[in-house]
């Protein structure tokens, strides 16, 4: 079976810098999304890895180990905007849906 | 370009009625997807059109539950007749290609049977 683990909430001060964990079950692996969500509003594409390592994307970075099963999303110098949540998910094996953990909700302290 | 279009944003309706949802996918996209967040859970997967035809239906809960996706624009998911655990945000996406560059989502339709 296929199962997504992330922390349910976190809270870090502005200016800061979070991590977010996500560790995952496969089976068979076609990458790692992350997406954002603000309250109401539509999950919006962060990133997707699908080899080991960091890639960075401005204050955003997401790393993934594929032998560990883990990933995670860092971000930087933390602005209010930020707080949100943030979903880790894995194609679901073959197909076009994806799996989704159940968030982390993110809140950003002045 | 305009984005997932999704009506209405909330509906409120008695357990025994039916409702409709509406989906509008990005011009183009081929692949539409419906998911579902009940309170305190995951988002999880209800089916997946590519044009009109449905190709995986495998999260759809159960009978009551009818997708549409005529001349392959834009979707319908039809309650009928709902009960107390379909409330949730329903989500529409759609994606042009293999969604390895992410899907889009539309914002939600909030569903709430009384």
């Known amino acids: 079976g296929q199962n997504i683990d992330q922390p349910t909430e976190m809270t870090a001060t502005e200016g800061a810098i979070v991590q977010i964990n996500c560790t995952y079950q496969?089976?068979?692996?076609?990458?790692l999304f992350w997406y954002q969500q603000h309250a109401g509003e539509a999950p919006t594409f962060l990133s997707y890895?699908?080899?080991?390592g960091l890639e960075e994307k401005g204050r955003f970075s997401s790393f993934l180990s594929r032998s560990k099963g883990y990933s995670y999303l860092l971000l930087k110098e933390l602005q209010m905007k930020d707080s949100a949540s943030y979903l880790c998910?894995?194609?679901?094996?073959?197909?076009?849906?994806?799996?989704f953990g159940t968030g982390t909700r993110l809140k950003v302290l002045a | 370009e305009a984005g997932v279009t999704q009506f209405p944003s909330h509906s409120v309706i008695e357990k025994g009625q039916t409702v409709t949802l509406r989906c509008d996918p990005i011009?183009?996209?081929?692949?539409l997807y419906w998911y579902r967040r009940v309170m305190g859970k995951e988002i999880k997967f209800l089916l997946h059109f590519v044009k009109e035809s449905k190709q995986d239906e495998s999260g759809m809960p159960n009978n009551r539950f009818l997708a549409e996706r005529t001349g392959g624009t834009y979707s319908t998911l039809k309650v009928q007749p709902a009960e107390l655990e379909d409330s949730g945000v329903y989500f529409c996406?759609?994606?042009?290609?293999?969604?390895?560059?992410?899907?889009?989502f539309g914002s939600g339709t909030r569903l709430t049977v009384v």
């Open positions: 996406a759609s994606s042009q290609g293999h969604p390895y560059s992410g899907y889009t």
């Open positions: 011009s183009g996209h081929d692949n």
């Open positions: 496969t089976s068979g692996f076609n990458g």
């Open positions: 890895n699908v080899l080991d």
């Open positions: 998910a894995v194609p679901g094996g073959g197909t076009y849906k994806y799996i």
